[in-house]
């Protein structure tokens, strides 16, 4: 059982490219969740999908796009990189979208922006 | 100030000490987790928990809904242990129910 899979786990980009980070979960969850880690800060939300169908911004959406492309699978993408998105991303899943159940982790996407 | 506020946020111990880790909230919450992150890796979600106390192998997490504080406790620590601990808790307010609020985690390193 793979959980949260997450890819690429390191990517290197230049200003203005673009690229999409790929997120599938195999516990049958309804939603999905994309975060970003930086140092001195704790996760912030980026987008979220409580479930199949549905996107809704989190605290820090801008810059960003994402698709729910069915219930495994939830995509991130950076339309124009800059270098403030140099950052860790995480993408997580939970069962349901409103109880109270703990959220599983890939393990995570090394972005720089250079 | 921040939601979610963790202490100490470095922690260096010897193997063998008791660890504890504290989180301290400012809003209602309906869970409060705990989770593990090993440097350059994933997370981990150790524990979640809304009432009293919660153990598992060495890890012992409790909480104190009235007091809006929560405890991490490693025994007999080992320098496999050595990780980010993060605290991070679901509101109850109806408006922010759905997202996790993070703390900024505490680094814990055990020495041999």
């Known amino acids: 059982n793979a959980g949260v899979t997450q890819t690429p786990k390191f990517q290197v980009l230049k200003t203005g490219q673009s690229m999409t980070l790929q997120c599938a979960q195999d516990m049958n969850h309804n939603s999905m969740y994309w975060y970003r880690q930086d140092p001195g800060m704790g996760l912030r939300l980026i987008y979220y999908?409580?479930?199949?169908?549905?996107?809704d911004k989190g605290e820090v959406p801008n810059g960003y796009n994402v698709s729910r492309l069915n219930k495994r699978e939830f995509s991130l993408r950076l339309e124009s990189a800059a270098p403030s998105q140099t950052s860790v991303y995480f993408c997580a899943s939970r069962a349901t979208f409103t109880g109270n159940q703990p959220q599983h982790f890939g393990d995570g996407t090394r972005l720089s922006i250079l | 100030k921040n939601e979610v506020e963790q202490s100490p946020q470095n922690l260096t111990a010897q193997e063998g000490e008791f660890i504890t880790i504290n989180c301290s909230y400012s809003?209602?919450?309906?869970?409060l987790h705990w989770l593990q992150q090993h440097p350059g890796g994933g997370i981990v979600s150790l524990f979640m928990l809304s009432s009293g106390k919660k153990k598992h192998g060495r890890l012992i997490a409790t909480i104190n809904i009235q007091e809006k504080h929560s405890s991490l406790h490693i025994t007999a620590s080992h320098p496999r242990d050595s990780a980010v601990y993060i605290c991070a808790v679901r509101s109850n307010s109806g408006g922010s129910n759905y997202k996790l609020t993070f703390g900024k985690g505490t680094l814990l390193t055990v020495n041999p």
């Open positions: 809003v209602g919450i309906s869970a």
């Open positions: 999908s409580a479930s199949e169908g549905t996107t």
